[in-house]
């Protein structure tokens, strides 16, 4: 490729930074006796040029608004993410050799303890996601002139999220993102698929829309005249495709087999590899002047209140149809909220945030693993994301949620059309597993809300949270229940019915808390008085309340869900009151559902009014 020829005073001063990186990053993983040197090796080259000539970043102040965002999606390379900060001037090159101790956070894969990590990294295939999102800030949202440059690795390029980000890339035209495949022919146990077919490499990123540019990654002058090229490309992203050698620099692993994940041996074995590279150091280095972000103009904008709810009770509205209205609202009065779309908009109620504020809503199409690591890189430039599909397709992204999870990221998850009560579409539509799903994950708040005013208040809610939160919304219309102000805190529960007399607590959420009312009212015509509490905190739980009404009618509790029966609402309550002697009798989905209208299915698989009455006069006997 042909291009400018940089200074040889630039080009032996980024060898010898390169030659460093490979030097700290052995250094680091011997010392750990565990990592991944070989594959630090393959891209120092690559990191050299972008740290230290291409990126303009303020090194004591990685996410300042105007910096460059660099994203390392192959994770297991993080010695040489670290190196290049500590050699950027971030903190001391000693603190590498702390690479994996519990006293660090330098970790063996990147989190976001780190204040130059965006998105935690490690499961391959997440980076170019989350890059995304956060070109996505860049251009649409707050408008700034910062690349995004993510460096992925050939192994991981045969993940489908690669090529859903791909695709959503083009579709938005972010020119302002740049991918790097550091193509090193090598994966954990095997040589990758394509090696080094570069013809190969290049016709399927073209074919994607991207301007895809073959680079050999050992040569320097040819990487910055490929980043030069990238930043002038307009109207589409640009990737470097850059065919490289695992374990650079070192002759006695260099392109080997066999060495994915293993640290050089203390001593001898590693001496050996730190005086090799160390006389490839050139004495003709010059200092570096590393890029500073030009200063971003900073529009003021305040945060207002959202109206108030707007149903009545004995209206009937399904709740994602609050959600969508809620959200709305909320996008009016917080400009920091931002929306996301798998292509259910017009089931979620997404469309109308989207036709209100279209800068501020993405569409990604059927790519929910996208949708959801975009999210988390909008979340990591201080936006507040709501991605909203159907729960069961969110299955789909779940090693992402997973990751977001561990980064902490600020995002706001919607799952509808759950459970039976969806009705002919079957069980592939269904989400039976979401709460199990959601509330395993650490530090996510789980919501359920029964009718629109409490969706309503619980949405806006979520946007004041810090932290990833789950919102589970129904499909059915239901009767509204509470006043226009009536307030729901994150950790909450409403007792709706109540007496001195109560045998028995009914916990529910969602439509089957329409069912425990209805079983409520006849078996008060029949003599038998039971407690109703709607759970629309699940995680974290009202134990408080779940204890004392326990305890308050006979320590018996029965719980119903449109939920399979693991991992769902009445394993939460069991777990909250496991400790208090009281016994939790669950009502929930036990087998794989059919098609059929929602009221027949809810009756049929066990947590409809029939049920509840049933078991509750058996408990009581």
């Known amino acids: 490729m042909a291009g400018l020829a940089a200074s040889p005073e630039l080009l032996s001063t980024l060898h010898n930074k390169a030659t460093q990186l490979r030097i700290n990053?052995?250094?680091?993983?011997?010392?750990?006796?565990?990592?991944?040197?070989?594959?630090?090796?393959?891209?120092?080259?690559?990191?050299a040029a972008l740290f230290f000539s291409v990126m303009r970043y303020d090194p004591q102040n990685p996410k300042a608004l105007n910096s460059d965002r660099f994203i390392l999606s192959k994770g297991h390379a993080a010695p040489l993410l670290y190196a290049a900060w500590a050699e950027?001037?971030?903190?001391?090159?000693?603190?590498?050799?702390?690479?994996?101790?519990?006293?660090?956070?330098?970790?063996?894969?990147?989190?976001?303890?780190?204040?130059?990590?965006?998105?935690?990294?490690?499961?391959?295939?997440q980076g170019l996601s989350v890059g995304v999102g956060i070109a996505l800030n860049a251009k649409f949202v707050d408008k700034l002139d910062h690349r995004t440059y993510v460096l992925m690795g050939d192994g991981e390029s045969v993940e489908g999220s690669v090529w859903e980000a791909a695709e959503i890339g083009r579709q938005h035209g972010l020119d302002n993102l740049c991918a790097i495949v550091d193509i090193n022919r090598l994966g954990q146990s095997d040589p990758t698929m394509l090696q080094h077919d570069m013809d190969a490499y290049r016709s399927r990123w073209a074919g994607f829309g991207w301007h895809a540019l073959v680079i050999d990654g050992h040569d320097l002058n040819a990487i910055l005249n490929a980043f030069d090229e990238a930043t002038r490309t307009k109207g589409r992203p640009t990737v470097l495709l850059a065919q490289t050698y695992k374990g650079k620099g070192i002759s006695f692993i260099e392109n080997k087999a066999d060495w994915h994940g293993k640290p050089l041996k203390k001593g001898e074995e590693t001496q050996k590899a730190i005086d090799e590279l160390t006389k490839q150091l050139s004495p003709n280095g010059a200092v570096v002047q590393i890029r500073k972000p030009s200063a971003p103009v900073v529009t003021s904008s305040t945060i207002g209140s959202m109206p108030s709810a707007p149903y009545r009770i004995g209206d009937s509205v399904a709740t994602r149809e609050a959600f969508g209205a809620a959200l709305e609202a909320l996008g009016s009065a917080n400009p920091s909220v931002v929306a996301l779309d798998a292509d259910v908009k017009n089931s979620t109620y997404t469309d109308k945030f989207g036709k209100k504020f279209p800068d501020r809503f993405f569409e990604n199409f059927i790519a929910e693993q996208n949708m959801v690591g975009a999210a988390a890189g909008l979340a990591a430039c201080g936006k507040i994301p709501f991605a909203a599909t159907f729960a069961c397709f969110l299955s789909r992204a779940y090693d992402f949620i997973r990751m977001a999870a561990i980064s902490g990221s600020n995002i706001k998850l919607v799952g509808t059309h759950v459970g039976v009560s969806i009705g002919e579409d079957g069980p592939s539509q269904m989400g039976l597993e979401d709460i199990a799903m959601m509330a395993a994950q650490p530090n996510v708040t789980v919501l359920y809300p029964s009718d629109g005013n409490s969706t309503y208040q619980l949405v806006e809610e979520a946007a004041k949270h810090k932290g990833m939160v789950y919102i589970r919304a129904g499909r059915p219309k239901t009767p509204v229940l509470y006043r226009p102000d009536e307030r729901f805190r994150i950790g909450g529960s409403k007792i709706l019915r109540q007496s001195a007399s109560d045998a028995l607590t009914i916990v529910a959420a969602g439509v089957t808390l329409f069912e425990a009312l209805k079983a409520h009212d006849q078996l008060k015509a029949a003599g038998i008085a039971v407690r109703v509490i709607d759970l629309y905190?699940?995680?974290?739980?009202?134990?408080?309340?779940?204890?004392?009404?326990?305890?308050?009618?006979?320590?018996?509790?029965l719980t119903v869900e449109d939920h399979?029966?693991?991992?769902?609402?009445?394993?939460?309550?069991?777990?909250?009151?496991?400790?208090?002697?009281?016994?939790?009798?669950k009502l929930?989905?036990?087998?794989?559902?059919?098609?059929?209208?929602?009221?027949?299915?809810?009756?049929?698989?066990?947590i409809g009014v029939r049920s509840i009455i049933e078991v509750t006069k058996r408990i009581i006997k």
């Open 588 to 606: 929930a989905v036990r087998e794989i559902p059919h098609s059929g209208k929602p009221e027949e299915l809810v009756d049929h698989y066990g």
């Open 537 to 557: 905190s699940i995680a974290p739980i009202d134990r408080t309340t779940l204890v004392e009404s326990g305890h308050a009618t006979q320590r018996r509790i």
């Open 25 to 47: 990053s052995v250094r680091a993983t011997s010392e750990a006796g565990s990592g991944h040197p070989s594959s630090c090796a393959s891209a120092a080259d690559i990191v």
């Open 564 to 585: 399979y029966a693991h991992g769902g609402l009445g394993d939460a309550v069991l777990s909250a009151v496991s400790t208090e002697g009281i016994a939790v009798h």
């Open 88 to 125: 950027a001037g971030l903190f001391p090159t000693s603190e590498l050799l702390k690479l994996r101790t519990l006293t660090s956070d330098l970790e063996g894969h990147p989190t976001p303890r780190l204040p130059f990590v965006d998105m935690a990294t490690g499961s391959l295939g």
